[in-house]
């Protein structure tokens, strides 16, 4: 699955948030754990009042060369996975965000999968 999907006047994209992150910019492309790819925003603002939101706007319409208008939250508010809608030419929005994130390029594109916690030692058992 995807990062992104034309829709019709735009683009649908799919973006895990990490506010108070140290800096703003993108991390690349994360599978979750359902399976579902997500574009990596880390941003310096903090979850409050929507900052973090609005940071993450702006950091995907400098991404893509359009602006923060263009940008809207249409899922995920509150929450840390979110849902973007982009305004514009699907083709070019798509262009300009697998230019800025390679991995984001096609729909079959294969992140790196989370890390998996070590398995269990087998041994003796503390009390």
């Not at 602006?67 to 996975?81: D, H, K």
């Not at 989370?114 to 041994?123: E, W």
Request: proline share 9%; glycine share 10%.
């Amino acid at each position: 699955m995807s990062v992104f999907r034309p829709v019709a006047g735009g683009l649908e994209l799919h973006v895990r948030a990490t506010p108070k992150g140290g800096r703003d910019g993108l991390d690349g492309v994360a599978l979750l754990a359902d399976g579902r790819s997500v574009l990596k925003v880390r941003v310096r603002a903090a979850p409050e009042d929507g900052a973090a939101t609005a940071a993450v706007t702006r950091v995907i319409a400098a991404t893509l060369g359009v602006s923060p208008s263009r940008v809207s939250l249409t899922a995920g508010a509150t929450a840390r996975l979110k849902t973007f809608r982009v305004e514009g030419d699907p083709a070019a929005l798509a262009a300009a965000l697998t230019q800025a994130v390679p991995e984001a390029a096609t729909p079959d594109a294969a992140p790196t999968p989370p890390a998996q916690d070590a398995p269990a030692r087998p041994g003796k058992r503390r009390r």
